[in-house]
């Protein structure tokens, strides 16, 4: 016998159906339920998921009249099974937890006990902070008076200051992130800013005002660049990376002091090779390094002072620059 040309398989338990008109209602009905049975889904699932909107699952069966899902609204089904409110979204992903009250509060300046002892020697440590800030700001305006030495006097206060911080911080064991970007900060505008302000006002004269505002921006631009790359970097306990900030401004503080007698010109390219010298890879012995060499490599220094300080001084700027460039070539080599 030929196959019925209507599609539905006849199984031999069913009557054969006079028509397809019958079945009419049959599909509309089920079409119904499951719509209404969407619904019901989206309000289960609604307290993991934030709840499931019928307008973003009806479009899955849009234009497919043969569910039948076109002739019935939206109305119709939320009479039936009324739909909550949908909910605020939650990630599916990351687990619900409640908000931790150790996690929400800010967190403390002072790590570690908080005694009165302890809140005094910190208060101690931000003071000189705080009066290393105070001298770079009074360098800045007694340069622009005028008063170029007292200035960069102030300055070598800045950096006696800076690195009595630091020592106290670490002999009275109130070392903090909080003081260490304190102190960074405090270093930008003492020796990225006041440094070069004062280095500018004696160079008025000398060279062009142009040239000189170029070669003082330079050391700004360096010198944040240094502070913020040895706050990221990690800490070697031998060399630093490249010329510290610290003693960049303290050679540019003692050469406006002693009033180093060299040209303006030949004055403006030495601190535009400090400036590339505090960003460059080259490492440079640190002070506690230093005082581990020979009695009579500092004899030589304390004698030459006596004798011409200007001139010594020079040297032995001019030889701790070499220094690093030597040290990587070496470095280099042994590897």
Do not use: H
């Amino acid at each position: 016998m030929p196959r019925a040309p209507w599609r539905r398989r006849r199984t031999t338990d069913s009557p054969r159906p006079a028509g397809r008109r019958w079945a009419g209602p049959l599909r509309r009905s089920g079409a119904f339920a499951r719509q209404v049975l969407l619904v019901r889904v989206g309000r289960r699932d609604g307290e993991l998921t934030g709840g499931v909107d019928t307008a973003l699952v009806e479009p899955r069966y849009a234009g497919r009249r043969r569910y039948g899902l076109d002739r019935f609204s939206r109305a119709q089904v939320e009479a039936v099974m009324p739909v909550s409110p949908a909910l605020p979204p939650v990630n599916p992903v990351l687990p619900v937890t409640e908000p931790d009250d150790a996690a929400s509060r800010s967190v403390p300046l002072l790590p570690g006990e908080r005694t009165a002892t302890r809140r005094v020697k910190f208060a101690l440590v931000n003071a000189c902070t705080l009066s290393s800030l105070t001298l770079g700001m009074l360098a800045i305006f007694l340069a622009m008076q005028g008063e170029v030495r007292i200035a960069a006097l102030s300055l070598i206060a800045c950096v006696a200051f800076d690195g009595l911080d630091g020592a106290l911080a670490r002999k009275l064991g109130v070392a903090s992130p909080f003081g260490a970007q304190m102190d960074s900060l405090a270093d930008m505008c003492s020796f990225g800013l006041a440094a070069p302000v004062v280095v500018y006002a004696s160079l008025a004269g000398s060279v062009s005002t142009a040239a000189a505002a170029v070669a003082c921006a330079l050391v700004a631009a360096c010198a944040a660049i240094r502070l913020a790359r040895f706050n990221v970097s990690p800490k070697d306990g031998r060399f630093f990376c490249g010329v510290p900030t610290t003693m960049a401004a303290a050679v540019l503080a003692v050469t406006v002091a002693i009033g180093l007698p060299v040209p303006g010109p030949v004055l403006l390219v030495g601190v535009a090779l400090l400036a590339f010298a505090m960003v460059s890879s080259f490492p440079y012995a640190k002070l506690a390094r230093l005082v581990k060499l020979p009695p009579w490599l500092w004899l030589a220094p304390v004698v030459g002072a006596l004798v011409d300080i200007r001139l010594t001084f020079a040297l032995v700027v001019v030889g701790y620059l070499v220094s690093g460039p030597v040290l990587w070539l070496r470095q280099r080599r042994a590897a």
